[in-house]
């Protein structure tokens, strides 16, 4: 666990390009359940080669010939952004970047945790993210299936200029 073994914690997948909303919601929720907000980015091009006990993890990537590969590290300019929003939510953040299949990251980063919920934006709508969703399946809907919490998953509005 990380610090506070009695803290709450909810978990939202993030991504750069990711509307605020998602985050805005996510943030509310967290100061509602009292709970520190995790935000996890997922490099589905990666796989994972240690965990450690915050749910953190070492990966590697899939292509092997990526020069220069220590580990993966959450973006830090979007951790300055995300902070900002919390900062004026009042809430605590931390950060995880994971690495695999996004699904199975994030349910099991919130496993880890005993996460109150797992958040995450739906997909906009559109013809590739209609194929994307009949091919691999939504994210949303792989969580909602494959673990026993709560999984929100926020409607992404028709059109949000703010992004993460």
Not at 28 to 33: D, K, N, P, S, T
Not at 89 to 116: C, I, K, P, Q, S
Not at 157 to 163: C, K, L, N, V, W
Request: neutral net charge; glycine residues 10%.
């Amino acid at each position: 666990m990380t610090g506070d073994d009695t803290a709450r914690y909810i978990v939202v997948g993030v991504t750069r390009k990711q509307p605020l909303t998602v985050l805005r919601e996510a943030a509310r929720f967290a100061r509602l359940f009292k709970a520190v907000l995790v935000c996890a980015n997922v490099d589905a091009g990666s796989y994972v080669v240690a965990e450690h006990p915050d749910g953190s993890v070492e990966s590697r990537p899939i292509d092997p010939d990526q020069p220069n590969w220590n580990t993966a590290v959450f973006d830090g300019g979007l951790a300055r952004r995300i902070r900002d929003l919390a900062d004026k939510e009042g809430v605590r953040v931390e950060f995880r970047e994971l690495a695999g299949d996004v699904a199975h990251a994030l349910g099991r980063l919130a496993e880890v945790l005993n996460a109150e919920m797992i958040i995450v934006g739906s997909r906009r709508g559109g013809l590739r993210s209609s194929m994307h969703e009949f091919f691999g399946g939504s994210v949303a809907a792989h969580l909602a299936h494959r673990q026993p919490r709560p999984v929100v998953v926020v409607p992404m509005p028709a059109s949000e200029g703010g992004r993460i």
